[in-house]
């Protein structure tokens, strides 16, 4: 049996994963229904695989204690969820409860997790291994949470910039919090 994988990620109106300025985390729309939901989404049982600059961004940012005491919920499940850090140059022990080092080329590994996992794989964020993924056909869904902001002067972190093209059949959607919208894609190469 082959493993679904999702590709999750945050974007502005505008595609950004990030902004700098006075944007906040999720640039300040978060509300109990997307808390709810992403609580949900991690609650159940499957495998992170992170890039490693991914992997390092979350570590960097979940290591202070200020960061662990206002951590959402839905982070601290996730970070305690088995994970792959696919890396060439990280070197162990992670600091990932369940975490493992995959060396050698992404879509190698990915394609091997699919294989080999009994538990769907999610990815959050890392960006340019999930768009050399879709360019292999091993990105199942493609999650978008779409915040409703524009970030043109801040926004940093451009989802798809670089990406092959792809026609998106949407399998899901829903509103959060009166706002922000939740899609979910197949994605399937265009040409």
Do not use: C
Request: proline share 4%; hydrophobic share 40%; aromatic share 10%.
């Amino acid at each position: 049996m082959t493993a679904t994988y999702t590709f999750d990620v945050f974007s502005s109106l505008d595609g950004f994963g990030t902004a700098t300025g006075d944007w906040t985390g999720y640039w300040g729309k978060q509300g109990p229904e997307l808390l709810n939901h992403r609580l949900s989404q991690y609650e159940r049982e499957q495998r992170m695989v992170f890039g490693a600059n991914t992997y390092r961004a979350f570590v960097q940012l979940l290591g202070s204690d200020e960061e662990q005491a206002a951590r959402d919920p839905w982070v601290t499940k996730m970070i305690n969820l088995p994970a792959t850090v696919v890396s060439n140059t990280l070197q162990g022990p992670l600091e990932w409860a369940d975490g493992t080092i995959a060396t050698g080329d992404a879509v190698d590994v990915v394609a091997r997790l699919k294989q080999e996992s009994d538990v769907p794989l999610r990815s959050h964020g890392s960006l340019s291994m999930n768009r050399a993924l879709m360019a292999a056909g091993l990105v199942d869904f493609v999650q978008v949470s779409l915040f409703p902001v524009i970030t043109g002067r801040n926004g940093q972190d451009p989802i798809f910039r670089g990406a092959e093209d792809f026609d998106l059949e949407l399998v899901d959607t829903r509103t959060l919090d009166g706002r922000t919208q939740e899609l979910v894609y197949r994605p399937t190469r265009h040409g």
